[in-house]
Every structure is written in C-alpha cells, then in structure tokens.
Antibody, heavy 130, light 105 residues
Framework: QLQLQESGPGLVKASETLSLTCAVAGGSISDRTFYGGWIRQRPGRGLEWIGNIYYSGSTYYNPSLKSRVTISVDTSKNHLSLQLTSVTAADTALYYC??????????????????????WGRGTMVTVSS | DIQMTQSPSTLSASVGDRVTITCRASQSVSTWLAWYQQKPENAPKLLIYKASSLETGVPSRFSGSGSGTEFTLTISSLQPEDFATYYCQQYYSYSTFGQGTKVEI
C-alpha cells in the first residue's frame, strides 16, 4: 500500500523559499504510472491545488502560484519536492502531497493532464514569519 | 479560472437522514469532478471520482451524480462517522476545490 509522508521546516521567514519533500513508501516514483501532486490548506480555509508532476517530470501548476512554484521528483530518493519562493504570510498553510489516480483529464487549452487524488500524506504545517 | 461553489456551507442533519450536497461550476467541467471527505486533523479522503464513480472501499451509501456545471453528493442514510466536511474538486481545467460543506449534528 502506497504511503506518503511530507517533511520540511515548520517555520519559514517571509521573502524566503519554502522547501518541502514527500517521501513515497510502498511504491516507486520511477513506476511509469506514478503521478503526484501538492495541495495546501490555509488555517480555517478550504483546499488549494498547487500543482502536479508526472513520472516523466512533466509539471502542471496552479496559474496563481506558477511564477513561484517548482515541483520535482528525485527517483534516487523516491520522493517529490515542492519549492515556493518569496513566501508571505498568505503562504502559511498545511501542505499535503498526494497521489493522483486515473482516469486522466486532458485540458485541450493548456495541455495539462489532471486527476483526482486518492492517497494523501498526513500533511506538514508551515508558518511564514515576518 | 473555474470557480466551484458548494451549497449549503453548513448542513445540520441527524443519523439516518438522506443528505444532499450540491457543487456548481462556473463553466462546464464535463464529468471531471471528485468529492472528498475531511475530518478534523485528518487529510481529505477520496469518495467519488469522475462525478459518479465510487472509490474502492467507500460505503455504498455515498453516491455522486451530475455533469456539466451541476453536481451532487448524496449520503443515503447518514451514519455517525459521516459528520465531516465535504469538498468537491474539478480537474477539467487546472484544478479547483469548492469551499466545503460541513455536515454537523
């Protein structure tokens, strides 16, 4: 059974870069079927999609965050990574990584491949301090 | 961007009730819609994908329907463990979630 575990610093200073990793256990990111994503939840608020990454390295980002986000995979460590630059207090949130499951939606306008999320990590809380 | 609007925001119900939550999209998302359940201190759990497909292991009292811009999640007979917050997610163009519907006693 695939399991995901997020980790990273719980406190980041404003204007700096937030870096998180998501360790994948019980399966390989190198598997040609692997597709994962990051989602966040600000305190007392709903869910916000950050972006997805396919096993091939293809990435798909929320346009509102695209200029600041990088999602990558490290197959040697079997983990996903999230980097968010120039953070502000508005980036304070619980960050989740998740596996995205078939079937896949293909967005003709953007070329994005999109899915729902069936396996989630427990999340890691990040607070941005001023 | 496609906006997802859920109604109601809060729903008061009793065990055994039939519960319906609605999710409306600002433009058509075909059937590329999922429903999640989230309990306090827990990650969301996938219930329904592709508008009406029940995720493996999810009780059959949960069902989803709809296409285009209007979708519903129905719980046929509410159980004590179903008191939670429910979110819809479209994954037709980028991906966006609804604001959530809290089901409470």
């Amino acid at each position: 059974q695939l399991q995901l575990q997020e980790s990273g610093p719980g406190l980041v200073k404003a204007s700096e870069t937030l870096s998180l990793t998501c360790a994948v256990a019980g399966g390989s990111i190198s598997d040609r079927t692997f597709y994962g994503g990051w989602i966040r939840q600000r305190p007392g608020r709903g869910l916000e999609w950050i972006g997805n990454i396919y096993y091939s390295g293809s990435t798909y980002y929320n346009p509102s965050l695209k200029s600041r986000v990088t999602i990558s995979v490290d197959t040697s460590k079997n983990h996903l990574s999230l980097q968010l630059t120039s953070v502000t207090a508005a980036d304070t949130a619980l960050y989740y990584c998740a596996r995205a499951k078939e079937p896949t939606s293909y967005d003709l306008l953007t070329g994005y491949l999109l899915r729902s999320f069936d396996i989630w990590g427990r999340g890691t809380m990040v607070t941005v301090s001023s | 961007d496609i906006q997802m609007t859920q109604s109601p925001s809060t729903l008061s119900a009793s065990v055994g009730d039939r519960v319906t939550i609605t999710c409306r999209a600002s433009q058509s998302v075909s059937t590329w819609l999922a429903w999640y359940q989230q309990k306090p201190e827990n990650a969301p759990k996938l219930l329904i994908y592709k508008a009406s497909s029940l995720e493996t292991g999810v009780p059959s009292r949960f069902s989803g329907s709809g296409s285009g811009t209007e979708f519903t999640l129905t719980i046929s007979s509410l159980q004590p463990e179903d008191f939670a917050t429910y979110y819809c997610q479209q994954y037709y163009s980028y991906s966006t979630f609804g604001q959530g519907t809290k089901v409470e006693i």
